[in-house]
Each structure stands twice: as C-alpha cells, then as structure tokens.
C-alpha cells in the first residue's frame, strides 16, 4: 500500500522559512510529475507547485521567486523550500504524486505564517 508522508510544516513568523518534505513508504510506478497543493480554511484546494519527471517545474504566480520544489525520482521523495513566507501562504499543504495508474495524496501537514 503506497502512503505519502508529509512533514516540515509548523509556525513560523512573516519572512520566514520553512522546508517542507514528502516521502512514500511504498514504491510508486510510473510517476509522472510529484507536487504541492494547499488548502487555506474556507477556500478549495489549489496547485503549489509541481515537478515533472523531466525535472521541469511550475509554481503558482503567488509563489514565484520564493518557493522552490525538488524531488528525488529514485526515492519517491519531493520538497518544498518556502522562503520568504506570508500569512496568505497559511493552509495545510499536501503533497501529490500523480503516476500512469493513478494519483495519490497525503494527509497534509499545516504551515502556520504569523504576523
């Protein structure tokens, strides 16, 4: 049974950084691309940031320039480096894995930017 791990979140002041961390427990087959979403209270989840198998990746325009994603395709491991963090960035972020036979997801782990 595949299981994605999520850890890193935590409170932090404005400005701060945090480093979030992915990992699989079980081998995934055929990834695709592996990325981050968040869920802020009251709002739907939306796409963080994503990396491609190729190691091409994407971010949301409210992140460019300070967030940045890395994976380990042998390890199944992705990350989040968060720097330079604002209270809007506040919401439980989820790592995803999307691989040929299906998605998968974590349970979240919460990032809390104070002011």
């Known amino acids: 049974q595949v299981q994605l791990v999520e850890s890193g979140g935590g409170l932090v002041q404005a400005g701060g950084s945090l480093r979030l961390s992915c990992a699989a427990s079980?081998?995934?087959?055929?990834?695709?691309?592996m990325g981050w979403y968040r869920q802020a209270p009251r709002k739907q989840r939306e796409l963080v940031a994503t990396?491609?198998?190729?190691?091409?990746?994407y971010y949301t325009d409210s992140v460019k320039g300070r967030f940045t994603i890395s994976r380990d395709n042998v390890k199944n491991l992705v990350y989040l480096q968060m720097n330079s963090l604002k209270p809007e960035d506040t919401a439980v972020y989820y790592c995803?894995?999307?691989?040929?036979?299906?998605?998968?997801w974590g349970q979240g782990t919460q990032v809390t930017v104070s002011s």
């Open positions: 995803n894995v999307k691989s040929i036979l299906q998605n998968y």
């Open positions: 079980g081998s995934i087959v055929g990834i695709k691309s």
């Open positions: 990396i491609t198998s190729g190691d091409s990746s």
